[in-house]
């Protein structure tokens, strides 16, 4: 059986030698995209990262495709209509990185709270005048999580250790988790008005999609902080934009964006391919982001640690094993048009 692993770091091929032995396994750094699909027409199984679009146009040029082992939890980046319709199994990794993104929140939060790029850039240069950049507590603030999944509820356990009162929205409230950790679910419209930091905490989907608009950020607080670790088209950009430059909100810590793979490579505007005008607006609300001292980015790099990606690695080896041995697991499973996950 050949399979082909994608965007791989050396100890991740060193990995892969602890497949079963009937696999011919081949790794690559590069993304699988349409410029390069004709190559790996004959894979059977391919594991990929979230870099790797897998649109129709590239899955329809692999018709021996069987398997596809997503390493991430998501799998927006993967066409899965069409992956039932063709009978491509699709398997992620949940639950690699909840305690994780739950950090990096916090480490977005703290940032801003405390201002600490501009500082250590200060004293980078021997400025120690703190006068201009006064930060706040958590301590005693309300956050508000919305979505109180795995990562969510790991959010909300931190939070409560740095004494905030939190704040929950769910369309599917866990009454006895909230009982658990002590917190309470509320309407959206009252989290925002409520909450002194909102953090999203929820898969892309048709019905997430721009959730965080013009209407949500008129029901913030003055000065509240927004924190994305996410998916980027949760939040509408332009909304944020204004939001920010407006000083409707304080702060934004983002780890995600929309039109990533267009941020990466900007100058794809200039080699011939075709690109909306909305997509256009989209990178330049990123430059305006980007150059804003009150919003902090980072490269959706939340789940970047050596604990999380060892844990991703062995997981997803895990799914290409039990997939090979009759009994898949972590298999993403088409319900009512929509993705969910179901875990074996």
Known sequence: ??????????????????????????????????????????????????????????????????????????????????????????????????????????????????????????????????????????????????????????????????????????????????????????????????ADVVSLHLPATPGTKGMIGNAEFALMKNGAVLINTARGNIIETEALVRAITSGKIRAAGLDVLPQEPLIRDEAEVFRGREIGADALKELLAHHVLASASNVLITPHVAYNTEDALRRLIDMTIENIRAFVAGHPINLVAMDSGQARAVNG
Request: glycine share 8%; charged share 20%.
């Open 1 to 194: 059986m050949k399979l082909i692993a994608f965007e791989t770091e050396a100890w991740e091929a060193e990995a892969c030698h602890a497949l079963p032995p009937e696999i011919e396994f081949t790794c690559t750094e590069g993304a699988l995209d349409e410029t390069n699909v004709a190559a790996y027409h004959d894979a059977e199984i391919i594991t990929v990262f979230v870099h790797s679009r897998l649109t129709i146009p590239v899955l329809a040029q692999m018709p021996h495709l069987r398997l596809i082992a997503t390493r991430s939890t998501g799998y927006d980046h993967i066409d899965l209509n069409f992956c039932a319709k063709a009978g491509i199994a699709v398997a992620n990794v949940p639950g690699y990185g909840d305690v994780t993104v739950a950090e990096h929140v916090f480490a977005l939060l703290l940032g801003l709270a405390r201002h600490l790029p501009a500082y250590s850039e200060r004293a980078r240069h021997g400025d120690f005048n703190p006068a201009d950049l006064r930060g706040f507590d958590l301590f005693g603030k309300t956050i508000g999580v919305i979505g109180t999944g795995r990562i969510g509820q790991c959010v909300i356990q931190i939070a409560r250790g740095f004494g905030m009162k939190v704040l929950a929205h769910d369309i599917a409230p866990r009454n006895e988790v909230a009982e658990a950790l002590g917190f309470r679910y509320v309407d959206l419209p009252v989290l925002l008005g409520d």
